[in-house]
């Protein structure tokens, strides 16, 4: 229902209260202590609320902390988002054309939240301009008004009118003048949960997700903050969502059975849709980071397509093993280089030279799946594995081993052909010069 009031002799028109279902800041209570008491008088008479800022990264819970904070005072609470384009009569009063072309002034949730006595949120506010900012010197100090030049009036803030700013840190924001910045405080600093917090994050926001998947979300998140990643509570949920909606949509598609479904249940996650699901919140930032997670704790998914591929690639047949007298490999004579730089290429017996060397293709490579450099027992066995697995096969669709380790070493070999190459140019031009 639109509720109006009149201010002089200006009618405005109020803008409805946010209310959001389901958001509750988990965890951290320091952070709802700290901006609580910012906002409460010492002195009824003398003194007055505090304006405070919410700092963090895009994602750790900023305006979720300042809407739940704001509910336990029991006021109405108003969202403003702020952006580049906002101008000082957006966030204070606009004029827009009514009925018959008559002009009626729209009082912003700032504004509105002044004259209800209710608490504003100014989300992202670090991303207005200077000019906008200005409009709101008075109202941050002890005189506690606006004024709007287009209306022509002067609004004056009720005593339970509360105020705070949620701010990112990334570079789509403006710097905050100066003589804003000292009006806004005390800063209020939000930095990554606890692991049980953000399981408690995850498990509220997500109640229908098994728990073994927000538990292998959550160990992610966890060490991607310890590496400085910026991945947040936020991703993990995305992450899931999306991985669940994934999975549903597979099981409706294929009709699978309810057997089949049990199986599922057994086997709790499927890291093939894990990493898809990363790759596609992420990025290839995400999914990579994953990929190194995984190799350094040695917990590549037993049911993975990359761990079938790893063993493959590790695989080692002591007939098929060749040193550096090129034995035969296959009826047909060809034999296999292994190098220090682990790179394949085939050598037909009849070859003299690097011109003559057949590489590596697809075909080629079948014959050649199970001869690795052979490793010690004590070395890791992912260690030396390629990116390529990563960059290339973007969304691990690649359900065949072989063709994902025909593919790897077709690659390789392309590269030791050129590198190749281009070493025996270099020889040639040396040994002309020589001449």
């Known amino acids: 229902m639109v509720t109006k009031v009149k201010i002089g002799d200006v009618e405005l028109i109020l803008s409805l209260p946010d209310e959001i279902p389901n958001m509750e800041w988990i965890g951290g209570e320091t952070y709802m202590t700290q901006l609580l008491a910012s906002w409460i008088l010492v ?67 700032l504004v509105t939240a002044m004259i209800k006595g209710g608490i504003c949120i100014l989300d992202e506010a670090n991303r207005m301009s200077e000019k906008s900012w200005a409009s709101l010197a008075p109202l941050l100090d002890q005189r506690r008004y606006i004024e709007s030049i287009i209306a022509g009036i002067k609004v004056n803030a009720h005593p339970n009118f509360r105020i705070c700013c949620t701010m990112n840190e990334d570079s789509s924001t403006f710097e905050v003048p100066e003589y804003i910045h000292s009006r806004l405080q005390p800063q209020i600093f939000i930095d990554f949960p606890s692991k049980d917090e953000e399981f408690k994050i995850l498990e509220f926001n997500l109640p229908f997700a098994k728990k073994d998947l927000i538990t292998y979300t959550v160990n992610f998140l966890q060490e991607s903050h310890l590496r400085n990643k910026d991945f947040t509570a936020r991703d993990g949920i995305n992450i899931c969502r999306y991985y669940m909606k994934m999975s549903k949509f597979s ?85 296999v280089d292994i190098n220090d730089d682990d790179f394949l290429f085939l050598e037909t017996e009849e070859s003299e030279g690097l011109s003559d060397k057949k590489f590596l293709d697809d075909e080629d490579a079948t014959d050649v799946i199970h001869i690795i450099e052979k490793k010690d ?15 290339e096969l973007d969304d691990f669709t690649e359900k065949d081993p072989n063709e994902i380790v025909r593919k790897f070493l077709a690659k390789k070999s392309k590269k030791k052909s050129k590198k190749q190459k281009d070493e025996m140019k270099d020889t040639d031009n040396k040994k002309k010069e020589i001449k």
């Open 377 to 391: 027992e004590e070395e890791d066995p992912y260690e030396n594995l390629d990116p390529f697995f990563i960059d």
């Open 43 to 109: 002195d009824n008479k003398k003194d007055i609320p505090m304006n405070p800022q919410i700092l963090g990264k895009p994602g750790v819970g900023k305006t979720t902390l300042a809407y739940s904070s704001a509910k336990k005072l029991n006021l109405p609470v108003y969202i403003f988002q702020c952006t580049v384009d906002t101008r000082p009569e957006d966030l204070l009063i606009s004029p827009v054309i009514g009925e018959n072309n008559t002009i009626k002034y729209h009082a912003s949730s």
């Open 251 to 335: 099981a409706e598609s294929t009709n699978k059975t309810e057997e089949n479904d049990k199986n599922e249940d057994e086997n709790l996650i499927d890291y093939l849709l894990f990493r898809q699901s990363v790759k596609q919140i992420l990025d290839n930032e995400g999914l990579k980071f994953l990929y190194e997670k995984e190799k350094s704790e040695h917990k590549i998914a037993s049911d993975s397509p990359l761990k079938k591929v790893f063993n493959k690639l590790m695989e080692i047949d002591e007939e098929d093993l060749l040193d550096e007298n090129f034995e035969d490999l296959t009826d047909d004579k060809r034999k």
